[in-house]
């Protein structure tokens, strides 16, 4: 019985300590604001064609990302509810991984495309990823079946597919299956 509650009381003063390393991360998060240029080097996949999967390589993009305050977007209700009234902005998520202790933050973003016009598909609740102090990642799901981890200044990756599995699909149509890659970097 001493053993378990010896164990309880580790775990739980871990998990303390863990909360407590990142507890400052509001300091050093992502200023709001922030924009970072992104520009695909390669965007390939497969296009559903007679049939059959057909290899394709896309027009390459680029984005245009922008840290938002939730609060403050007009007429749009995705990431002032998809970050739950009920969490505090200050919520600081942290979790073992790969790299050691790590923690992660909801925030807003606008995601899209070079001279794409401003519209509520461009909200999105992304997580800021950090580990000992460091931003390491980005994480957003712009789309439906779609996501895209990337560092305002470094690499990206953007993914797109619709698990559709099915043989004979209506009108012979399956949504395409993308994964781009490239590079952003701040421009303000």
């Known amino acids: 019985m001493k053993q378990l509650l010896f164990i309880i009381t580790l775990l739980f003063s871990f998990n303390t300590m863990a909360q407590d390393s990142y507890k400052d991360i509001l300091d050093y998060e992502v200023p709001e604001g922030t924009v970072s240029l992104c520009k695909e080097k390669h965007?390939?996949?497969?296009?559903?064609v007679n049939g059959e999967w057909i290899d394709v390589n896309y027009q390459l993009?680029?984005?245009?990302?922008?840290?938002?305050?939730?609060k403050d977007i007009n007429n749009n209700d995705v990431c002032r509810y998809g970050i739950n009234e009920n969490e505090s902005i200050e919520k600081v998520e942290t979790f073992e991984s790969l790299l050691g202790e790590a923690a992660y933050i909801k925030r807003c973003y606008s995601i899209k495309s070079l001279g794409e016009e401003e519209n509520y598909t461009n909200f999105n609740v992304c997580?800021?990823?950090?580990?000992?102090?460091?931003?390491?990642?980005?994480?957003?799901?712009?789309?439906?079946?779609?996501?895209m981890a990337f560092n305002i200044n470094g690499l990206f990756v953007l993914r797109h597919w619709e698990p559709d599995l099915n043989k004979n699909p209506k009108n012979d149509y399956k949504s395409s299956i993308q994964?781009?890659?490239g590079v952003c970097g701040t421009i303000n």
């Open 43 to 48: 965007s390939s996949g497969y296009n559903w």
């Open 179 to 181: 994964t781009s890659h």
């Open 61 to 70: 993009e680029t984005y245009i990302i922008k840290k938002l305050h939730y």
């Open 127 to 147: 997580s800021e990823h950090y580990n000992k102090n460091e931003l390491t990642h980005i994480f957003c799901r712009p789309l439906l079946h779609s996501d």
